[in-house]
């Protein structure tokens, strides 16, 4: 039977979501919830067949809707992810999942309870680059892994109720947690506020691990150049993940270093490998397509999500460490 | 009269300064101390005219010798510039200065002292590119500036005496605090060693000021991909330093946002502006060469040098403080 | 009054134009014809509102339908435009307009005859790049132009109905032919054919004018990469129009030379100059949500399109011209 | 023994060849002739021990003096050579060889007949890109060739004495002939001339072989960027030779197309086909360096030089054609 979703907002990224739902095969009847006119006119002009409301309770309590899609600020996630899984619907929330550990748990667990679907909507573990780079992982392409750093800066978009690291890191911390499914022990978040907002616009982040592998994020708001660039080193291989490349989003470089330690010497030599680079084929369909795809096929068949609570949980944890260490003027705290 | 000089050092660096004292109008007689037997061969090959020694000591010794350039590991920087100036001649020194604060402050006293020219090799600051860079900010082009974010990366090459922050640091921080005068308060330092050298290969540093603005600096020996960006922030307009371009290195963005605080209403609104790019004509000419030009010019006129004792100094402190806060597991360190 | 539209054809480019229609005010009752039944269903459920039909003579005869959109293949475009004129719709035709300039021009009377809407979809002409650089070239700001050189290169996709030529060529024939208003005199067309199709699938074409401005094409469906980039030079300024850059598309260079005679030398001196590059800020709006907006606008007002049939005339003329001369090996044929 | 070498012409190119000269371990005493004081006074500063003179004849005529490297306007090449060879002097000539097919065959004859060595300064084909481009191509890596297109634009330099196509498509062809050895049936060539100087300084020329393999050069001496950039297409593979990159210079893409013929249709179906990118490792020494190093080993062992006499009058004899193609209106010419 088709799944009929109900998406709630309509504002930066609910348009894409509705979007796909209408395309999406298994997906049926289609509603949408967004308080504002010229959005919801918008909506109804797109999507002349959807039931597009004002109201999102008129969703929640509709027994015909099957599932809710929240899309509204991250200070809304928790009372309408709960209030309809209580209603008996399935979820699929926009990142971050929501504004504490605890009301991630809370979700997790009312969902299981009902046997429910809950996803979190972490569109770039979709992406073909990022799941060309796992399987590249998987394998040991690159050896040991030894950092990954990403960069994700650009002119806006300030979200009024978070900060840039709420805004932007939630998708450098789920592609991390998505590669490397060890949790950091400590994180260091520091930052600063132009604007006076009272939330910081520029943020860096550091998460220690256990061993020596090392993660950092550059996120920025006021960056006069796009950048969404990963460098992911490891010790066989090295690799760039380039988001803002039209193709070759990925390339793998066949470089790496060598330590021998000369007898009788104090000091180590250490020589530099460089080889080819190879840029695999990567798969180009739109990653919110093949998401949409999954979560209907989860909530058809019960079966557990790509990124499903727990995962919406992993990057919270760190979100909420990230804030706590930035309260503390940038020193580490424990996840 | 000409100033004769003594380059001690024919490794990596050397070569460079030893062909561009060989052009300068206004060096005389040029002298090179190089232990390795093939790079002595090499250097004498090259210029078959200069005097080329094992030993630095000939160098030191010789009156006929007015100026001592020193290219050798950092460790070596105090003893052999502390001889040199005691011999009475002028000294130029490759980045950093020396491995302490207190090591920079005893030679600057010693030139003091003695009426020498002490003069360090942050290259970097005599680039067109940089110079164009200080004008705008000279004329507030930029507004009231927000951050300086700068990544210097790529594979290689390994210092055996110094970590990656004295090797790769010296060239943001000159830089840094040729553009920004005010020193910063407090320093965070964290990285990694993968290699097992003890020496840390990748690393971040954030730079405190006494206001919101922020520095922070990536460094990094295990990078496939070889990037030297610096993105300046400002109130009014934003800049791209991009040292691999091969043209247009500095990009100055007309972007910004302002803040609008609408009555009664608790939120501000962030509007962001874009504008034209405009990429200014930027100097070609080799850095070094000017650099050179100007050391002899101030050896020659016993002037102050753009990049003297003092800038070597500054860049030393905040390496020491870095080192510090890396020891203390990234905490910020007082500068 | 709004305007209902039927487009007809639903294949690569009939989906965005159904798009904007469904979207742009002014534009009333939608339908659509499509022969594939897959094709046909993609319509259906993204457009559920619009009437999808097999049969294009359903549009061609409803007296409901006030404008007929011709996404179809070229050698249907004449006979399509001409039964919806005489049928008294207005008409927007995909390029090239038609197989030959004689059906261009009997469609261009036949519209004049009654009075109605005759516009070609040049959709390149409405992108912000290409009106930025008409202002600059209308203002002087390059002041003599001196050539056009344009290269449109990729892999596929191959028309099966026409060569390199008919299917890339009129993007850049069109640009060319709206910031350059004179006609060339003369074309010379060359190429060669890999696939055995009969058709050319690589592509040069050399455009002489009465002056010495001189415009020549790279069209090439067998190149590993994406190329979409247009030099300009001019006596005062040159630009770079490169449509696969996300942003600064068009970028102005301060470039040129200055020619001196010393008196009493054969030899005339040349001068280079080089100075600052620009990049103006670019309207980034959809140009087909413009060009659609604009069609609907001409038709309510019966205004003579930016693009109308005499463009498509001149495109189609310039097409015939370089097909002749492609047949004759490559000589100049008179356009 | 060492080979001694004269150096005739300290201009644009003149230094590179003079320095490497100096450094390549085989070549004996230098002498250099230049008749700008200035430059003579560079070059002295430079290679102090080097024998810098006015006249060239001193170098001629000097019977210690084994090997003369011609680094002069075109127009004198032919004198030069000639007299070199007769004075028995092995003989190194920037390219192009000369101005006529005629002048290179009488240059070939006189250093057949006196047992000494002729070489022509391609340097391109010294690259490790075209050298690892060349393997490729032998182990027919790409199939079937189809295409070979180059972009070789930038602003200036004007060689006083020639066009565009003679100062700047002696590269590509060279690249083209050593790539690619069976000579072309025809050549056309059309340009155009900005300045009033009589040579065109914006010129595009095609190739055609007997086959459909097509070639094809963009040269332009107005263009505001600096594009060095070649495709070559093949049924296999194709590949990109981007000399502007600063490490991947040469970027093989697993690309193509199949035709299949569908039983009982008129319609052939060309299916595209996308596979990964590969960047081969590229030997990054200086070119000039081995090229240098191979002039010196074909004289002291009489080998005959990977770009010998045959090569550069290959290379004329295309240039001629192509001259003649150009005051021919753009007509083909067999060559």
Redesign the interface.
């Known amino acids: 039977m088709d799944v009929n979703v109900g998406v709630i907002g309509y504002g930066y990224w609910g348009p894409n979501l509705v979007r796909n739902f209408?395309?999406t095969e298994g997906a049926g009847a289609l509603w949408c919830a967004e308080s504002q006119p010229d959005r919801r006119a918008l909506a109804q002009?797109?999507h002349?067949?959807a039931t597009v409301v004002e109201d999102a309770q008129l969703i929640m309590e509709d027994p015909a809707v099957d599932a809710v899609v929240i899309a509204t600020p991250v200070s809304t996630h928790f009372t309408l992810a709960e209030q309809a899984l209580r209603n008996g619907k399935h979820v699929l929330i926009s990142k971050p999942m929501a504004q504490t550990a605890a009301e991630c748990q809370q979700l997790i667990d009312l969902a299981q309870q009902n046997d429910l679907v809950l996803m979190v909507d972490h569109t770039y573990i979709y992406t073909g680059a990022v799941r060309r780079i796992k399987e590249l992982l998987t394998t040991a392409e690159l050896g040991d892994l030894?950092?990954f750093?990403s960069?994700r800066?650009n002119?806006?978009?300030?979200q009024?109720d978070v900060d840039v690291i709420w805004d932007l890191a939630p998708h450098d911390l789920s592609i991390l947690a998505h590669l490397v499914p060890d949790m950091p022990r400590e994180i260091?978040a520091?930052?600063?506020?132009?604007?006076?907002?009272g939330h910081v616009d520029?943020a860096?982040l550091?998460l220690?691990y256990e061993n020596?592998?090392?993660a950092?994020c550059?996120l920025?708001w006021?960056?006069?150049?796009?950048v969404r660039r990963v460098?992911v080193?490891g010790?066989r291989?090295?690799?760039?993940y380039d988001d803002?490349e039209?193709?070759?989003k990925v390339?793998v470089?066949?470089?790496g270093?060598q330590?021998t330690t000369r007898e009788g010497m104090y000091?180590?030599l250490?020589d530099?490998r460089?080889?080819?680079?190879?840029?695999?084929?990567i798969e180009t369909r739109e990653a919110l397509t093949l998401e949409v795809a999954h979560f209907i096929e989860c909530v058809r068949f019960r079966k557990a999500p790509l990124s499903g609570g727990a995962t919406g949980l992993a990057v919270v944890r760190l979100l909420e460490a990230a804030s706590a260490s930035l309260k503390a003027?940038?020193?580490?705290v424990a996840v």
């Open positions: 209408a395309e002009r797109r002349p067949c030894y950092y750093d960069v800066v002119l806006g978009l300030f009024h260091a520091t930052g600063a506020d132009h604007t006076g907002s520029v860096y550091t220690h020596s592998f090392l950092h550059h920025n006021l960056s006069p150049v796009k460098l080193g010790s291989r090295m690799l760039v803002m039209p193709s070759e390339r470089y066949d470089r270093f330590v000091n180590t250490v530099y460089t080889g080819d680079m190879w840029a695999p084929k003027g940038g020193q580490r």
